[in-house]
Each structure stands twice: as C-alpha cells, then as structure tokens.
C-alpha cells in the first residue's frame, strides 16, 4: 500500500478512529469491528498498552488495515512504529523532528496543531494533513471554518470534542476528516463485545460525512 493510497484512503473515509484501551485486547476488538463496519482506519494510541506490538501483529496478519501509531511525541518512538509496520503516524502536538523523519522515511504524518503558527510550521514541514486538536477548546466547527480562510490549502483534520451532534459542522465547516474517540468506540461496547453497537455507530457517522459532504459539493443548497 503506497504513500498516496494511504492518504486517499483516509481521505475518502474521513474518519481517523482513536484507539486507546487499557488493554491491547480490548483494542484489538475495537479495531476489527470497525473494520467490519467499513472504517479500516485505526489510531493506535501509545498509551494502549502493548501498542507497538498490536501495530506489528496487525501489519504482519491484516496488510488491508490502514493501521497507524497514535500519541507519537518523540523520535524513538516513530522508530519504533515504523519498524513495526504502522502506515501513519499522528500526534497530540507538533514535534517537527518527528514530521521529518516520517516525510523522509514516506510515511503518511499528521501531527497536532492548534494555532496558526503551528498548522503553518507542520505544513511546511511536510505534513500530509493536519490534525487541529484539541479543536473543541477554539470553537469547535467556527474555528476550522475560521482556519480554512487563510489555509484553503491544507488538509484539516477536526480532533477532540467530536460528536454525532457536532460531526456534520466540521465537514461543512472545511474538515477533511474527522478524529474520534469515544463517541465512536463506546468503551462499554468494547467491554462486553458488542460488535452490533460498534457497527450501529460507525455507520451512523460514516454517513453523518457523507451527508455533509453531499450538502458542501458545489451546487448543493446555494453553496459553491
């Protein structure tokens, strides 16, 4: 799977599950059923205990998966993501240190930027998108709007504080994508194995996206 495929996957999708549990089984259900629901996308969080070995084992035995290591804030870490085989690496801040190393090693990168003068740092470095995070605190969709004025150009992925009740306003908002947690992988769901509830939830937001990304295409409802 290629750099570029990556990267469209995650875009067509538009949906970057955060997968923190306090056991790498708990994580491993979650990310198979949300693959069985039709988001093959999964944020392993370095806070999940076991992440770097959950990343390699799921490389090794499901190439489909975009599987991708979360929570990355240092340049030892990345390695060892890389060398366990996750397809993208993301994080809560900007370590620019890190952005380079992914960029030259052609791995898919989005760090966490939340003012201005971040995004435009991460971009510069050769981010592939940016995760505007922890958005919520600014604003919420008002804030990504405010963003894409000046930054048409770069990819915005909307992170923390996303809900079923706000996730359309970021995408019409300018959102490429949408970073969730909890609300999409309910931990009481997780624990007692409920794929049917997890399935219920992926669909209800991959379609919240699409809807809004209907209702933004040109000619749609006034808006070009």
């Not at 791995?107 to 592939?128: C, E, N, Q, R, Y």
Request: net charge neutral; proline share 6%; aromatic share 6%.
């Amino acid at each position: 799977m290629t750099t570029a495929t990556i990267r469209t996957r995650i875009e067509q999708i538009g949906i970057v599950p955060a997968i923190r549990f306090s056991s790498a089984e708990d994580a491993l259900f979650a990310i198979e059923a949300l693959s069985d629901s039709g988001i093959p996308i999964a944020e392993v969080t370095m806070t999940t205990p076991g992440a770097i070995e959950l990343i390699s084992e799921l490389a090794r035995t499901k190439p489909e998966l975009i599987i991708g290591g979360g929570s990355v804030i240092d340049l030892a870490t990345t390695r060892r993501c890389l060398e366990a085989g996750a397809k993208f690496l993301t994080s809560p801040g900007l370590d620019i240190e890190v952005v380079e190393f992914a960029v030259k090693h052609n791995v898919v990168v989005f760090p966490g930027a939340l003012i201005p003068t971040d995004i435009m740092a991460a971009w510069k470095a050769g981010s592939d998108f940016v995760k505007v995070y922890p958005c919520s605190l600014l604003g919420g969709a008002s804030y990504i709007r405010t963003l894409k004025s000046p930054f048409p150009h770069i990819p915005l992925i909307a992170s923390g504080g996303v809900t079923q009740g706000n996730a359309a306003d970021y995408i019409l908002a300018g959102a490429i994508g949408l970073g969730i947690g909890r609300e999409l992988i309910n931990p009481e769901a997780v624990q007692r194995r409920e794929l049917d509830w997890i399935r219920e939830l992926a669909g209800r937001f991959l379609q919240i996206v699409k809807d809004a990304r209907d209702q933004r295409a040109p000619g749609k409802n006034g808006k070009v």
